[in-house]
């Protein structure tokens, strides 16, 4: 297995940027389908970058050997993975065309959107429905943990910042004008309503928050919308807060879910005793 900490100039965002992948390549095996292994692209939380997964004991590593598949995980910038038209800096491309495209032409990984996940927390919850949503000619798959879809913040928003910070003038260099972000795509209902209106393939979604989660009300809001859109999807509550004890495990259900996990491989510096 390979851990690379990379960085290249994306013309999405018009700067060097940094992403770390776990890579099941170590020299000796092949990936196990000709075309190439399934990819994570995993997106962090606000106030997280492209190596929180990794330096706080996340079980990326054995995700990778579980179900054969890269992880890739990009830096998000406190930005919610979303365009930002005002300074031209299109984060939702970056992550649904520029990032896979450049991954796919560095690591030998599947082109089907059939084997390509984006899976996030929090922000990068909301970030994975989102650009799932947008870009579903790429992603087959959305898992989202406890998506920070920030409805009432952005309405009550004020120059006082709130618990974590945020001011209404960082959520409308974020979102452009609050008043109108639900009517764009901008907004999970925003993007819903344009993939239910659109052609493109629909994506498998798998969403879902912690009983005791701040962020309970605003996903079962998102559930409604895509009940009444008609967009197929699994929502799930389950035992926990906003917090890791509950991420983790969802989010390797969501896996569970979405890709076969492979068949235990055998130990190729096993002696034999026979």
């Known amino acids: 297995m390979a851990l690379i900490r990379a960085r290249f100039f994306s013309k999405c965002l018009r700067r060097p940027v940094r992403f770390t ?4 390549f170590d020299g000796l095996f092949p990936p196990p389908r000709g075309d190439g292994y399934k990819t994570m692209y995993m997106l ?8 929180t997964l990794q330096l706080e004991g996340w079980p990326v590593g054995q ?31 970056f992550i649904g065309r520029e ?52 409805r009432d913040e952005l309405r ?5 910042p709130n618990a974590v910070g945020a001011t209404r003038g960082l959520f409308t260099s974020i979102f452009g004008d609050l008043d109108k972000v639900e009517e764009t795509d901008r907004s999970l209902d925003g993007a819903a309503r344009e993939l239910a209106a659109s052609s493109r393939p629909r994506p498998d979604i798998f ?14 809001h998102f559930r409604d ?16 807060t906003h ?21 235990e491989a055998p130990n190729p510096f096993a002696i034999d005793k026979g």
Request: charged share 25%; hydrophobic share 40%; aromatic share 14%.
């Open 156 to 160: 009550e928003a004020t120059d006082e």
């Open 63 to 93: 995700w990778a050997e579980r179900f054969g598949m890269a992880v890739i995980m990009p830096e998000g910038e406190n930005h919610f993975y979303v365009d930002d038209f005002a300074r031209r800096d299109f984060y939702g491309e």
């Open 44 to 51: 962090h939380g606000y106030m997280g970058n492209n190596s």
């Open 225 to 240: 919308t895509l009940v009444s859109l008609g967009i197929e999807h699994e929502y799930s509550e389950g035992p926990g």
């Open 99 to 150: 990032l896979v495209e450049f991954t796919r032409r560095i690591f030998p990984l599947s082109h089907e959107r059939e084997d390509t996940v984006i899976a996030g927390l929090s922000m990068g919850g909301f970030g994975a429905l989102r650009n799932g949503m947008k870009y579903s000619d790429v992603f087959g798959h959305v898992i989202s943990a406890s998506a920070a879809n920030v």
């Open 207 to 220: 969403f879902g928050c912690g009983e005791n989660d701040f962020l309970k009300f605003p996903n079962r």
């Open 21 to 24: 992948a776990v890579v099941p």
């Open 243 to 263: 917090e890791p004890a509950f991420f983790i495990p969802f989010i390797s259900r969501g896996l569970e879910r979405a890709l076969p996990a492979l068949p």
